[in-house]
Structure formats: structure tokens, C-alpha cells
């Protein structure tokens, strides 16, 4: 079936280093979301993907949808404390269900 | 509006009981998601309906059933619990399986 695998699993930065998370898909998708998980809460939407090589910013995250549609990518500009958590990418393929990545976790030291 | 509740937030169970995880949404959303996450696993589908009155099997189905009472509420019944049930299950709800999901608050259960 559909795999979808996201690299780190965890990452420590610096508040104001950079951060980039990478999500791979086993299958081509036919789009792909990003949602955020604060340490004890439930995961929140932050963007859906749907065309190839899309690009999409937020303020200082840029998402990123690859040629083929079968790899995509988080990055955040100089981090800060609030940008803690978890963040997974999901992919929704032919079976039309959506599936997580493992998810990024990340720790910032102030 | 409240989004998607869940009930209750934290249980603690012995093997072989059972029990119901209650799940409501107030969105009209016609999808309706119960997920499992343990550490280091992301978050796996065990359950969803795409629509009112269907349900299908996700990733890690075993040892669980659901009911879709109505288009508000989806609820995810253990029958005869196990240590390896022990987990944070979320439900979610989207307006289509494509389209983004909303998630509940979680339940934490432990089955000892």
C-alpha cells in the first residue's frame, strides 16, 4: 500500500537556525497536507499542495510539492520557540485516503 | 462552534473490557476519521467513513469497530481491550477525504 516517509524523525536547533523536513511518498499523490502538532495537543492544518512543483509560503515556512508529485518538503526561516512541535506531512493518493508520515519533532534551544 | 469533540479524554482500562470512544463533529463535514498515534508512529488509520452511512477499513483495523450514528457522530468501539491498544486515539473530520481534517482534542487510554 501507500508509504509515506518523512525525514528526521527529531531535530534540535538554535532559536534563529533554519529548519527543513522532508516527506517522500512510495506512490504518486494526487496532493499533500502539512499539519503541526504542539508537545500535548492534536494535530492542526497548515497547508495543502496540489500541483506539481508547487511552492506556497506562510510568513516563514515554505512548502514545497516535487516535479513528480511524489516528494515534498518543509522549510522554516530562522526559527523561533513557538515553531516547537511536530510537524507530519500526509498524502493522499489513488486510494483516495489520506496517509501521515512518522513526523518531524522539533526542539528549539532558546 | 465547538469543531470536533471527543469523550472521554483519558480512560484507563483492564484487558478484556471494552469500551466506547465517543466522537462529534458540528461542521456538517460528510468525512468523519479515528486515528491512533504512539511514539514514533505518526498518526495510523484505523477507521473512516466517507460519508454518511459507510464505513472502511484504514491501516490498523483489528481488535476495533465503528458506527457512524449520523452525520454528526462517528464513534470507535473496543470490544475486548489489550496492552497493545494503549495509545492516543484522535478523531477528525473533513468536508470530503481529499479536503483538510479537523481533529479532536484526543483520548488517552491505557489498558493495563
Known amino acids: 500500500g501507500q508509504q509515506v516517509m518523512q525525514i528526521p524523525q527529531y531535530q534540535h536547533v538554535q532559536e534563529g537556525e533554519d529548519f527543513t523536513t522532508y516527506c517522500n511518498s512510495s506512490?504518486?499523490?494526487?496532493?499533500i497536507q502539512w499539519y503541526k502538532q504542539r508537545p500535548g495537543g492534536h494535530p492542526v492544518f497548515l497547508i495543502q499542495?496540489?500541483?506539481?512543483?508547487e511552492v506556497k509560503k506562510q510568513k516563514r515556512l515554505t512548502f514545497q510539492f516535487g516535479e513528480a508529485k511524489k516528494n515534498s518538503s518543509l522549510h522554516i526561516t530562522a526559527t523561533q520557540t513557538t515553531d516547537v512541535g511536530t510537524y507530519f506531512c500526509?498524502?493522499?493518493?489513488?486510494?483516495?485516503?489520506?496517509?501521515f508520515g512518522q513526523g518531524t519533532r522539533l526542539t528549539i534551544n532558546p | 462552534n465547538a469543531g470536533v469533540t471527543q469523550t472521554p479524554k483519558f480512560q484507563v482500562l483492564k484487558t478484556g473490557q471494552s469500551m466506547t470512544l465517543q466522537c462529534a463533529q458540528d461542521?456538517?463535514?460528510?468525512?468523519m476519521y479515528w486515528y491512533r498515534q504512539d511514539p514514533g508512529m505518526g498518526l495510523r488509520l484505523i477507521y473512516y467513513?466517507?460519508?454518511?452511512?459507510?464505513?472502511d477499513k484504514g491501516e490498523v483495523p483489528n481488535g476495533y469497530n465503528v458506527s457512524r450514528l449520523n452525520k454528526r457522530e462517528f464513534s470507535l468501539r473496543l470490544e475486548s481491550a489489550a496492552p497493545s491498544q494503549t495509545s492516543v486515539y484522535f478523531c477528525?473530520?473533513?468536508?470530503?477525504?481529499?479536503?483538510?481534517?479537523?481533529f479532536g482534542p484526543g483520548t488517552r487510554l491505557t489498558v493495563l
Open positions: 477528525a473530520s473533513s468536508e470530503l477525504v481529499r479536503n483538510e481534517q479537523f
Open positions: 506512490t504518486t499523490l494526487s496532493n
Open positions: 499542495l496540489v500541483k506539481s512543483g
Open positions: 500526509a498524502g493522499t493518493g489513488g486510494a483516495q485516503k489520506l496517509v
Open positions: 461542521m456538517n463535514h460528510n468525512s
Open positions: 467513513s466517507a460519508s454518511e452511512g459507510t464505513t
